[in-house]
């Protein structure tokens, strides 16, 4: 077909949408009909459906990466604090996202729960919630509390938009998102399974392009991607391959993917936009919307630092299935630099990983890291190790 | 202090002052130290919980020998116990950007469990993880149940976003009490729940924080008798830990408000390491928790000035008693859980806001001082921007003073006496100013203030709070302190296995 894009095409495309710290996507989605709005969520998972339902754009909203210069939001955070919160409110502060109508600021950790309150005061005309999650996995415990905040969220969203919001809409934005899902899904088994033909570095832009895009444009991108990236052979490598975990909230430079994938790692699964596949099973659409959203967030998530683990054999386990269904060879644990959930979790993870004879290495960065030498210098010599071991 | 409660002799140690009531809590603690030590021997199970959203009178109503992981490791850090501790976890894996109260625990762990006091401490046969108002909390159990195999129950407190107690979120914790915590503290313990014997703690613990609110607001005479931080974490012990509930509390409490009303009486101010008060020059709200491994240096550098903090919100990370907050016997699960839901760090930014305005009008403070602790996100993220909205609301002066709870590479003696002496002098000319019928804008006032836009700040990787140098605001005992190694910020750090 002459419209078919080449994945190059369909990559610089979700490459422009990730440059561009204005979100001009968003405001020309607002623009093009009257009356739209936004709502940017942070990391990790929030239910974007709710938002999709109301007829509104849902926008994930991951920080300032590596080429914003942050210069106000430097005088809100003192030095120990991460990176993202600081980013955030500079991208706030200048009117960058004027573009959104509100902000859910999803439970992960204290400096994002904290970062709610300050964008109460700093941006009061803005709808701004925290989006509590339960710890309790019971639906008659966990579940009710958390069926109430979703009806809570959609009584907002329903005033701000000026009409409630239905549950046919609902359950018609959970079979959306289902697809969405789906699509994800198949990404990621696709990259999997030939990791040369969908490097991570490009597998992340498409995914990251969900963050600005309607869904149903985003699960038709991510179809034509694996199509056209299946269409053209690349040269396979004997590269290691690995999980990559711990990049949950503040997300990496696109540079340290590549470094990464450069000094000889094939990354075959891990927990980038980890929003896109929090929920790990489609949720049904024909029944009570909320407890449906929210019996799959109790049954069917993602596990990660910010959840608890209710009992001491199931740390590690969603991790070390992914090593397992992956066929990867190792784990490289990248944690943002003074990330709380990350950090703690990370030595957990890593004596699971030891007692499974899972090889793995470890650093920190922060999303505007510039010295890749480093990284690319113990990840090569991570790779090198791998191949020495199983070679052994 | 009466002849109730008479002090060891062998506690009284010449060298340092304190008011009887704090030789008390001192021993108070140390006994519990002991009963925990021993609790084996006695045949009782210990349990471990946390300070915010402390559940103690219903695990008293299990038997349990009582640990607070906080206050081991904070007791560590008073005996200079807790900078190698910390060192041992991080050998260990753990992270030097996270938490010294979760390292120093697991330091502790690790070296034999001894306890502050020397004692062997038992290992925790159930961790109740009240996980109010702090991240780090289901972090630090998960970690102490990964390495010891401690069974854990999970009590899940929502935080209020909205800056108030929902039903939803009063209902969610009584639920998670009714059918997930008292059975297993049951079936832990081996005794049945009596609703009566909670409600009996809980009467026991409303006489307490009615003494206790006595105490505290006493500070609102001129002098203050008590200082509401340095001070009042001697008065907190008690009720915050493992005590609340118990006869003893409220006897405490009680001898400890006639000496303070004892104290106003006679004109008197604190009581501090080296005496009585001097002349008292300066009235502030402290935000944020104190550095524990320079303790006495560190409340010394007030005192010396004529400092004296008259209400602190560290004093109130157990709970809002001052905000009429009681234990209620009359409806007592209910009343649990909006202990928990109510506790300083579980409210929300602009709660918090409103509260220190609230007493720096209340007891007439000359102005707000941050004491901003690196290993505390809940307290510390957000804290700039509390202080140029205090300073914003309230016209009074606010100062940054950057140091940690327990790990002494990051506490800086001269940068924080440094910034403490300034602040003292800003408060000056601002009073002078006044009295001379303007008021120019403050030193504090040029920190608080953010910048326009377009403006310069200082790059990252200086001193943090970073804003404006050289003001108050910015980089008061800037990170890091002399000898300490960092990781640079934008880089990978070393750590590799």
Avoid at chain 1, 169 to 179: H, T
Avoid at chain 1, 265 to 280: E, G, H, K
Avoid at chain 2, 59 to 86: H, V, W, Y
Wanted: overall charge negative; hydrophobic content about 40%.
């Amino acid at each position: 077909m002459s419209d078919t894009r080449s994945a190059a095409a369909i990559v610089e495309r979700c490459q422009a949408l990730y440059d561009d710290l204005d979100f001009n996507a968003v405001r020309q989605w607002k623009a093009s009909a009257p009356g739209r709005k936004a709502i940017g969520y942070m990391p990790i998972y929030v239910p974007r459906e709710l938002v999709h339902a109301a007829g509104m754009l849902p926008v994930g909203i991951l920080g300032g990466g590596d080429q914003l210069e942050v210069i106000q939001g430097d005088a809100y955070y003192q030095s120990y604090i991460c990176r993202i919160p600081r980013s955030t409110i500079e991208l706030g502060l200048t009117g960058r996202l004027d573009c959104l109508d509100g902000m859910l600021f999803p439970s992960i950790c204290d400096v994002i729960r904290n970062l709610s309150g300050m964008w109460q005061i700093l941006f009061k005309d803005k709808y701004v919630r925290y989006f509590d999650v339960p710890q309790n996995y019971e639906d008659a415990i966990g579940g009710t509390f958390y069926t109430h905040e979703l009806e809570v969220l959609r009584d907002d969203l329903g005033r701000l938009r000026g009409a409630p919001v239905t549950d046919d809409e609902l359950n018609a934005s959970i079979g959306v998102y289902n697809e969405n899902r789906a699509a994800v899904r198949a990404l990621y088994a696709y990259r999997s399974e030939k990791p040369w033909q969908a490097p991570t570095s490009e597998v992340y832009l498409v995914l990251r392009a969900g963050m600005v895009l309607p869904p149903e444009e985003h699960t038709a991108l991510v179809r034509e991607y694996i199509a056209a990236a299946d269409s053209t052979p690349r040269p396979k490598r004997d590269n290691a391959r690995i999980v990559m975990t711990g990049s949950f909230c503040e997300q990496p430079p696109l540079g340290l993917i590549k470094s990464i994938e450069m000094a000889g790692c094939y990354i075959v699964d891990d927990d980038l936009l980890l929003v896109t596949r929090w929920l790990q099973a489609d949720v049904p659409a024909d029944g009570d919307p909320l407890v449906e959203l929210s019996r799959a967030f109790l049954h069917h998530s993602a596990a990660t630092a910010a959840r608890y683990d209710q009992k001491r054999e199931d740390k590690g386990v969603f991790l070390l299935k992914q090593v397992k269904t992956r066929g990867a060879e190792g784990v490289i644990f990248a944690a943002p630099s003074f990330c709380d959930p990350a950090l703690l979790e990370r030595p957990m993870l890593q004596d699971v990983m030891a007692k499974h004879k899972v090889p793995y290495t470890a650093f920190k960065y922060a999303e505007n890291t510039g010295q890749m030498a480093p990284i690319r210098e113990q990840a090569g010599t991570f790779a090198d190790s791998i191949k020495l071991w199983s070679a052994a | 202090m009466t002849a109730t409660a008479p002090m060891p002799a062998s506690l009284k140690k010449p060298q340092v002052v304190k008011e009887d009531a704090m030789w008390l809590q001192k021993e108070l603690i140390n006994r519990n130290y002991h009963e925990l030590a021993t609790a084996r021997e006695a045949g009782r199970k210990v349990s471990a919980t946390f300070v915010p959203g402390n559940l103690n009178e219903l695990l008293m109503c299990f038997d349990f020998a009582r640990s607070l992981p906080e206050t081991n490791a904070l007791q560590n850090g008073l005996r200079k116990k807790s900078g190698r501790l910390i060192m041992d976890a991080e050998r260990d894996g753990q992270s030097e950007d996270v938490c010294t109260y979760v390292k120093a625990d697991l330091g502790m762990m690790m070296g034999g469990e001894i306890g502050p006091t020397g004692e062997v401490l038992p290992r925790p046969d159930i961790l109740l993880l009240s996980y109010t108002g702090c991240f780090t909390f289901m972090k630090w159990f998960e970690l102490i149940r990964h390495k010891y195999g401690c069974e854990t129950v999970m009590l899940h407190v929502p935080y209020q976003g909205d800056g108030k107690i929902a039903p939803n979120m009063r209902d969610y914790v009584v639920k998670q009490l009714k059918d997930t915590v008292i059975p297993t503290l049951e079936r832990i313990s081996g005794v049945k729940f009596d609703i009566d014997r909670l409600r009996q703690y809980m009467r026991e613990s409303q006489k307490a924080e009615d003494d206790l609110v006595a105490v505290l607001q006493s500070a609102k005479n001129r002098p203050s008798p008590i200082d509401g931080y340095f001070g009042a974490v001697y008065y907190i012990g008690p009720i915050f830990t493992a005590f609340r509930g118990m006869p003893e509390a409220t006897q405490y409490y009680r001898v400890l408000r006639q000496e303070i009303e004892q104290r106003v009486r006679e004109g008197k101010g604190p009581v501090t390491p080296d005496g009585d008060m001097g002349e008292e020059k300066y009235r502030l709200v402290v935000e944020g928790p104190p550095n524990w491994t320079s303790f006495r240096d560190f409340w010394k550098m007030f005192y010396d000035e004529g400092a004296v903090v008259v209400s602190s919100t560290y004093a109130k990370v157990g709970g809002l008693y001052d905000f009429g907050f009681r234990h209620d016997a009359d409806r007592p699960l209910e009343s649990l859980a909006e202990y928990c839901l109510g506790c300083y760090t579980n409210l929300n930014l602009p709660s918090r806001i409103d509260m220190i305005c609230r007493y720096i009008d209340e007891y007439q403070a000359d102005g707000l001082l941050i004491n901003s602790i690196k290993s505390c996100n809940s307290f510390s993220a957000g804290q700039l921007l509390i202080l140029r909205e205090v300073e914003r609301r309230t016209g009074k002066p606010a100062a940054f003073i950057e140091t940690d709870l327990v790990d002494p590479r990051y506490f800086s003696a001269a940068n924080v006496k440094n910034r403490l002496e300034s602040y003292f002098q800003m408060v000056n000319q601002k009073r002078a100013a006044a009295a001379a019928g303007s008021v120019p804008p403050t030193l504090a006032a040029a920190a608080a203030a953010l910048p326009p836009e377009g403006a310069e700040f200082a790059p990252r990787g200086g001193p943090s709070a970073g804003s404006v140098p050289p003001t108050l605001a910015a980089a008061a005992a800037a990170l890091p302190p002399e000898g300490a190694e960092f990781a640079p910020r934008g880089g990978p750090s070393a750590r590799t296995r």
